[in-house]
């Protein structure tokens, strides 16, 4: 199971369906990911659940002031099959900067204005707008 594509997709359906709060399974880097969305302002909150082995991220989704979803679509770059890594310099603004792409670097999980800006590259992760 990829759970980056589960985390993903279930911020976009959650969104679209107008759901207040999605939960997806734990994982460090759903988490991660999840903490710079938040960062960013696409989702309202992130709070870790559970004990042990039933661990959840309960993820708060965000809408603007007219109830329409911040999330309003992803793309998977990097997968199992096709690794993408992107240098600072190949690192371009996604929808002409109203999008985000995360990537997976040295220094953790981080946006691409903050791989721009911390002079690093990494494997890009997936491109929200």
């Excluded at 793309?75 to 690192?91: A, L, T």
Aim: charge should be positive; hydrophobic fraction near 40%; charged fraction near 30%.
């Amino acid at each position: 199971m990829d759970k980056i594509s589960n985390l993903i997709t279930s911020l976009k359906m959650g969104s679209e369906a107008r759901k207040e709060m999605v939960a997806i399974p734990y994982s460090k880097m759903s988490l991660a990911i999840a903490e710079a969305l938040e960062r960013e302002g696409f989702v309202a909150g992130v709070a870790k659940k559970g004990k042990k082995i039933h661990k959840t991220i309960e993820i708060k989704l965000a809408y603007d002031d007219l109830k329409l979803p911040k999330v309003k679509g992803v793309e998977r770059v990097s997968k199992f099959s096709k690794r993408i890594y992107q240098g600072v310099n190949d690192i371009k603004p996604v929808r002409n900067g109203f999008g985000l792409l995360i990537l997976s670097t040295t220094k953790g999980i981080v946006t691409n204005k903050e791989a721009r800006k911390q002079n690093i590259g990494g494997e890009a992760l997936f491109k929200i707008w």
